[in-house]
Structures are given as C-alpha cells and as structure tokens.
C-alpha cells in the first residue's frame, strides 16, 4: 500500500501562484509515475502533469504547459507541482497519483494510477 498526502492549496488571486506538495509513504519502492489531476465542481478529473520516478520525464496538459511545472525530490518521496499565472478556470480539487504497477504507458489516463491522495483545494479569485 501507498499512503499520499497533498499540501499546499489554498486561497490564491488571479495571476498569483502556488506550489502544491504530494509525499509518499509506505510502499513506494515500485513507483513508476506519478502525477497530478484536478476536478472542478461539476466536472470530471482531469489530467494535469505527470513526472517518470527514475527517468524524470514529464508530461503536460496543453492548457498547463508554460504555467505549472511538475518536479520530484526521489530522496523524500515527494513530488511539486509550480502553478504560475493562476487562472480561475484553475479552481478545483488537486489530487495527487501514484502507479505502482508501470504497465500502462499513458500518463494522462486516470486508470494508469492506483493510488490516490484525499486532495487539496485550490481556489483562484478575481
């Protein structure tokens, strides 16, 4: 098992930035990928970024390219996400995913993670 905990969301005004945490625990040693995903009220998930374990090798959202970069620190079981020129359209629900299994290629696809953190809320206002 995998344990996620994500931190850093908030209250953030349009244009302004924020840089969310996600570290993990427990059975980590088989981690593939991980990456980020947000669901607005309403909406369905979608993907964000995502980051290879060992290679490093990212991953954007056409909208996200430019504004968020996604990085990880291996030593601490911990990946970022930098969100820059903050959107209102960027509001939602982040959570944070882990595949332990490497067995499916896409790393925008929902199904490709098994483990899910609880996820942090990122409002942006005018």
């Known amino acids: 098992q995998v344990q996620l905990v994500e931190s850093g969301g908030g209250l953030v005004q349009a244009a302004g930035s924020l840089r969310l945490s996600c570290t993990a625990s427990?059975?980590?040693?088989?981690?593939?990928?991980m990456g980020w995903f947000r669901q607005a009220q309403g909406k369905e998930r979608e993907f964000v970024a995502a980051?290879?374990?060992?290679?490093?090798?990212?991953y954007y959202a056409d909208s996200m390219k430019g504004r968020f970069t996604i990085s990880r620190d291996n030593a601490k079981n911990t990946v970022y996400l930098q969100m820059n020129i903050l959107k209102l359209d960027d509001t939602a629900v982040y959570y944070c995913?882990?595949?332990?299994?490497?067995?499916?290629?896409?790393?925008?696809?929902?199904?490709?993670?098994?483990?899910w953190g609880q996820g942090t809320q990122v409002t942006v206002s005018s």
């Open positions: 995913a882990s595949d332990s299994r490497g067995t499916i290629p896409t790393l925008s696809w929902v199904g490709k993670y098994d483990y």
């Open positions: 427990g059975r980590t040693f088989n981690t593939y990928a």
């Open positions: 980051i290879t374990w060992r290679g490093g090798v990212t």
